[in-house]
């Protein structure tokens, strides 16, 4: 039972540098989820996906793009890495939540990046 | 604008107590509530969720209480135990406008400590 699973788990990257995330799937899961998560400031949401070939804007997309174009993966592209994007990043899934039901969402254990 | 409020990063209680944490949030178009469990170098789990229609919600010696009038929820662990010690994340669900899609909004996470 996989999961979600995030690769690579740990990646430094220089200023300037390009890196893709990727992240998969084997739940038939509807959504995808890109989080980042910084001391203090929570999980927050940088692009999500309600399908294949679907992807939207979260709260923090600057500076990232994405992609899906299969159902089980979701890729994470930063192409041009910056400190500021030093960060720990969790990818997500889930059912399509449907009105009135509930859908949790399963993480992936992280990618820890750091941009120097 | 924050939408998902924990006002306690920390919190520290004796091990067989009851753990209270606590979560504000301020659309009350928020449908679902969750709330995640997080182990250091690992991704947030669910723990447990309540459907706004709801005040209560039990799962063993976890339960959540929603009061919609005053946009608070609270999370109670009774009894505490020491591995229950983790970052705890409220999310709340919304209706993506216009359609048939929805995104989670977490908060910023509180600090769990179980002393033995």
């Known amino acids: 039972n996989a999961g979600v699973t995030q690769t690579p788990k740990f990646r430094v990257l220089k200023t300037g540098q390009s890196m893709t995330l990727l992240c998969a799937q084997d739940?038939?899961?509807?959504?995808m989820y890109w989080y980042r998560q910084d001391p203090g400031m929570g999980l927050r949401l940088i692009h999500y996906?309600?399908?294949?070939?679907?992807?939207a804007k979260g709260e923090v997309p600057d500076g990232y793009n994405v992609s899906r174009l299969k159902k089980q993966n979701f890729l994470l592209g930063l192409e041009s890495a910056a400190p500021s994007q030093t960060s720990v990043y969790f990818c997500a899934s889930s059912k399509h939540p449907g009105q009135g039901t509930n859908t949790e969402a399963f993480f992936g254990q992280g990618t820890r990046l750091t941009v120097v | 604008d924050q939408q998902v409020k924990q006002n306690s990063p920390s919190l520290s209680v004796q091990e067989g107590r009851i753990s209270i944490l606590n979560c504000d949030y301020t659309n009350s178009m928020f449908d679902y509530f969750l709330w995640y469990k997080k182990y250091p170098a690992e991704g947030p789990t669910f723990l447990i969720s309540i459907s706004s229609i709801k005040d209560k919600n039990e799962d063993g010696r976890f339960t959540v209480f929603l009061n919609k009038s005053a946009k608070h929820l609270s999370l109670h662990i009774v009894p505490s135990q020491p591995g229950d010690s983790a970052v705890y994340f409220c999310a709340a669900r919304v209706r993506i406008s216009g359609g048939s899609n929805y995104k989670l909004t977490f908060g910023k996470g509180t600090l769990l400590t179980v002393n033995p």
């Open positions: 739940m038939n899961h509807e959504y």
């Open positions: 996906s309600v399908g294949e070939g679907t992807t």
